[in-house]
């Protein structure tokens, strides 16, 4: 059951990170005229249309890994991590946990700011939470496959 968690889990936090990278790049860094290459056809999507999958996407992903995952990763992964004296490792994980929760507390603010992507009111606000979840998505994201390589899949 764990291993199945944590795979949907992976798969979900993938999706996130493909869907807030698209909307950070396409906001922060839009394409002039035409997209003529790869890069610029991946930035020249319109930012506002990721930003339901995005809530959808960190509300799944941080109650599969926050709500199901991490009563296991407490009782078998930090003692390991503990033990072995490896607390720089431990400690990405509780600032992991931390950026998380201020990136729940940011969703009702990015929402509000997103509801309405077209109009010119809030450009910057809606710039600043998108890098912010764009950050803390991508912490959460690498800190986690780092860990997991530490303790092992499935050990």
Not at 57 to 78: D, E, H, K, N
Not at 104 to 124: D, I, K, M
Not at 138 to 153: D, Q, T
């Amino acid at each position: 059951m764990i291993t199945t968690l944590l795979m949907v889990h992976g798969l979900l936090a993938v999706a996130l990170v493909g869907a807030v990278t698209h909307q950070a790049l396409g906001l922060c860094w839009p394409v002039g005229r035409r997209a003529k290459t790869f890069f610029d056809r991946f930035r020249a999507v319109p930012a506002g249309s990721y930003t339901n999958a995005i809530i959808v996407l960190f509300v799944l992903t941080a109650f599969v890994g926050g709500v199901l995952l991490y009563p296991s990763y407490r009782v078998t992964v930090r003692i390991v991590l503990e033990n072995l004296r490896l607390h720089a490792a431990n400690g990405s994980f509780e600032l992991k946990e931390h950026f998380v929760v201020i990136g729940l507390g940011l969703l009702p603010a990015y929402w509000y700011f997103w509801r309405h992507p077209s109009g010119e009111r809030h450009p910057r606000t809606r710039a600043i939470l998108t890098v912010l979840l764009a950050f803390v998505v991508w912490w959460a994201f690498v800190v986690g496959h780092v860990l997991n390589n530490i303790r092992g899949f499935g050990s």
